[in-house]
Nanobody, 124 residues
């Protein structure tokens, strides 16, 4: 299984980015897909999650209203669009896949597969 995250970069505060995560080696449409991040000196943080069929989504309070997670099961890809970026959004962003129950969607330990991360740096 491979999860290839991309789309990170350097952006000014207030700007936008769209992260992508292309999956291979698994039946993508069976998996709940999540995005997590890790800022320098901090632990891993849940960002957003989307159910296998796109029917449910959830977001961390820190990004709610600024982030949109979506998926294209035909392309085996999940996306995270982030607007109004803030310096505190600076982190390595990781996509992850799991067949967890929806109630455990924010628990990183319940995810089976992880991408390599893509760096997002927001300058003030």
């Amino acid at each position: 299984v491979q999860l290839q995250a991309s789309g990170g970069g350097l952006v000014q505060a207030g700007g936008s980015l769209r992260l992508s995560c292309a999956a291979s080696g698994l039946t993508f449409s069976y998996y709940t897909m999540g995005w997590f991040r890790r800022a320098p000196g901090k632990g891993r943080e849940f960002v957003a999650v989307i159910q296998w069929n796109g029917g449910n989504t959830d977001y961390a309070d820190s990004v709610k209203g600024r982030a949109t997670i979506s998926r294209d099961n035909a392309k085996n890809t999940v996306y995270l669009r982030m607007n109004s970026l803030k310096p505190e959004d600076t982190a390595a962003y990781y996509c992850a896949a799991s067949r967890i129950i929806w109630g455990a969607r924010k628990d990183a330990d319940k995810y089976s597969y992880w991408g390599q991360g893509t760096q997002v740096t927001v300058s003030s």
